[in-house]
């Protein structure tokens, strides 16, 4: 599985051997004990700014278990692990993740851990299940990709090294 690096100016997946961003042109570091920061999305606001910005410490993420980190909604920043088989996000009291807004589903989306990584399958939600902005019936996440349940925008991340 290869990694990517990831931009701390824009969030910009590149490939591993990159030294600059290829959409800032931001030089990327690739020490362990760097940090992602997220910038919040609130559509009341004009424009976000550093005070919106959430700060993950990767050093601080599970090794081998995804994380899926809430980057906009009225959860902005709660983390929720992945190390169920499978974890439902939804409405429903009985939701692993539970998203409480009417833009999301009662039983919106299931995340199963495969050996092939984590894959995110629309449970027939109203209102769709979005990967990187493109609505998805199923679909395997990578590191980095903003998964959209409602109005919520959740980060994946999953850390592999030691």
Do not use: W
């Amino acid at each position: 599985m290869s990694t990517y690096v990831f931009c701390n100016q824009c969030g910009h997946r590149n490939p591993p051997e990159s030294t600059f961003c290829s959409s800032c042109g931001s030089p990327l570091d690739s020490l362990d004990d760097r940090t992602i920061n997220l910038t919040r999305i609130d559509p009341l606001q004009d424009a976000p700014g550093p005070d919106d910005d959430l700060v993950v410490p990767v050093g601080d993420l599970p090794v081998e278990t995804g994380v899926l980190i809430v980057r906009a909604g009225e959860q902005a920043g709660d983390r929720f692990a992945l190390d169920n088989a499978v974890t439902k996000l939804g409405r429903h009291p009985d939701s692993e993740i539970s998203l409480d807004d009417i833009t999301v589903s009662r039983r919106h989306v299931e995340i199963e851990r495969t050996p092939d990584g984590y894959v995110a399958s629309d449970a027939g939600s109203l209102n769709g299940t979005y990967v990187n902005q493109e609505r998805i019936d199923k679909m395997l996440l990578r590191h980095g990709d903003e998964l959209q349940v409602g109005k919520f925008r959740l980060v994946f991340f999953e850390r592999s090294d030691g």
